[in-house]
């Protein structure tokens, strides 16, 4: 049974990081590409950042570019997202999703994560 477990999430002051991990388990690790996904209250989950399954290429929202770093560590079946600058806007549950192609399509994420809560207090 596959399973994607985020863990990290929390409540950051305006102006703070957090780095979220997930860990995965139940797959071929190193098959997927990995996607990081977020759900604010009220609004369409949208996506934030994904990198290949060798983690050579990344790409992002350009809503976080240069504050958020996504990586992966395939000998520990991982992927974290880095979050530095946070923003109360950034609010949200974050998921992270495991596709086999690359880029990414929302759609066509095969599995996903039951999320993990970050809150950014003003």
């Known amino acids: 049974q596959v399973q994607l477990v985020e863990s990290g999430g929390g409540l950051v002051q305006a102006g703070g990081s957090l780095r979220l991990a997930c860990a995965a388990s139940?797959?071929?690790?190193?098959?997927?590409?990995m996607g990081w996904f977020r759900q604010a209250p009220g609004k369409e989950r949208e996506f934030i950042a994904a990198i290949n399954w060798s983690g050579t290429h990344a790409y992002y929202r350009d809503s976080v570019k240069g504050r958020f770093n996504i990586s992966r560590d395939n000998a520990k079946n991982s992927v974290y997202l880095e979050m530095h600058t946070l923003k109360p806007e950034d609010t949200a549950v974050y998921y992270c999703?495991?596709?086999?192609?690359?880029?990414?399509?929302?759609?066509?994420?095969?599995?996903w994560g039951n999320g993990t809560l970050v809150t950014v207090s003003s």
């Open positions: 999703a495991a596709d086999l192609e690359y880029p990414v399509s929302y759609y066509g994420m095969d599995y």
């Open positions: 139940g797959l071929t690790f190193t098959a997927y590409a």
